[in-house]
Nanobody, 126 residues
């Protein structure tokens, strides 16, 4: 099972990008989705998560107020709208999924997500 992430690119600081992740929900009942990112030489870190059944999304402190995670039921797609991008946002971005909703304390734990996309590169220049 693989999620398909797309939408990465190169932008200048202050710019915007929207990432997309096509989710095979109907085949695998994938209801809880998240975005992670990994900068060169660093560990993968949590960015945002969303539950397909509703409720408030969760964000890492570093992206709150700048990034928005959302879903499109008709397209089985999760988006990550990234505004006011900074050079420190440069990373490969991955979408990840699981069947069940996670408790708030577990959402940032990548080990909780069995399904992953291939990653899309985001590069922000100063």
């Amino acid at each position: 099972v693989q999620l398909q992430a797309s939408g990465g690119g190169a932008v200048q600081a202050g710019g915007s990008l929207r990432l997309s992740c096509l989710v095979p929900r109907r085949l695998f009942n994938m209801n809880f989705l998240a975005w992670f990112r990994q900068a060169s030489g660093k560990e993968r870190e949590f960015v945002a998560s969303i539950y397909w059944g509703g409720g408030s999304p969760t964000y890492a402190d570093s992206v709150k107020g700048r990034f928005t995670i959302s879903r499109d039921n008709a397209k089985d797609t999760v988006y990550l709208q990234m505004n006011d991008l900074k050079p420190e946002d440069t990373a490969v971005y991955f979408c990840a999924g699981r069947v069940n909703r996670l408790a708030l304390s577990a959402r940032a734990d990548q080990r909780q997500y069995p399904w992953w996309g291939q990653g899309t590169q985001v590069t922000v220049s100063s």
